[in-house]
């Protein structure tokens, strides 16, 4: 247990965007633009490409922490993949290699979802798209879309822990957003073209 719980963690902890804004550009991502190591930051930052690229990682890592624990271990997957999947955003938020200041999850929470709940994160993940293609907001998109998915999931899903873990992400993903937040409500918050 503690053994796949360290392997989602570390899993989750690398910092794609850090290291594709190094490679793209040679600059630190976490002292350029708004300073998040997060795909949105790197596509208005370091480029289009860059940033979509690490959206694509980012999204991945906790569906290869969820796919590996699931092949080693299938009982324990089965019983905790909600607790594997928080931990590995959770590793994504707070690596251990940026002295626990990551990104916000957003990307990670889509990844994981949709090993977990397919269908209902496609959808989640359409509301996304279209409120930025609309709103040119990609933290109202996020924000959203997340909600709207985790009542899904509240609802749905079996287990009081499994609530009590989805929930618990919900929520650190939107204070890691409370700046954004904060400039949503003030209309000052920064717009991103798609």
């Not at 985790?150 to 939107?174: A, D, H, R």
Request: proline content about 3%.
């Amino acid at each position: 247990m503690l053994s796949s719980l360290i392997l989602a963690y570390l899993i989750g902890s690398i910092p794609f965007g850090k290291i594709i804004t190094k490679i793209f550009t040679n600059k630190d991502i976490t002292k350029t633009g708004s300073g998040n190591i997060g795909a949105t930051n790197v596509y208005r930052s370091v480029s289009k490409k860059a940033g979509i690229l690490v959206l694509f990682l980012d999204g991945i890592k906790p569906i290869l922490s969820l796919l590996v624990i699931q092949f080693y271990n299938p009982d324990l997957y089965y019983e905790y993949k909600f607790l594997f999947f928080a931990t590995s955003i959770i590793g994504h938020i707070f690596p251990i290699w940026l002295k626990f200041k990551g990104g916000k999850g957003v990307a990670c929470f889509f990844g994981g979802n949709l090993i977990l709940m397919t269908i209902p994160t496609l959808i989640a993940m359409a509301v996304w798209l279209l409120t930025v293609k609309l709103s040119k907001l990609s933290s109202l998109g996020a924000l959203l879309s997340i909600f709207l998915l985790t009542s899904y999931e509240l609802i749905f899903i079996y287990g009081n822990l499994n609530k009590g873990i989805i929930l618990l992400v919900f929520l650190l993903i939107f204070l890691k957003h409370f700046s954004n937040i904060k400039r949503l409500i003030k209309g000052e918050e920064n717009k991103i073209d798609l």
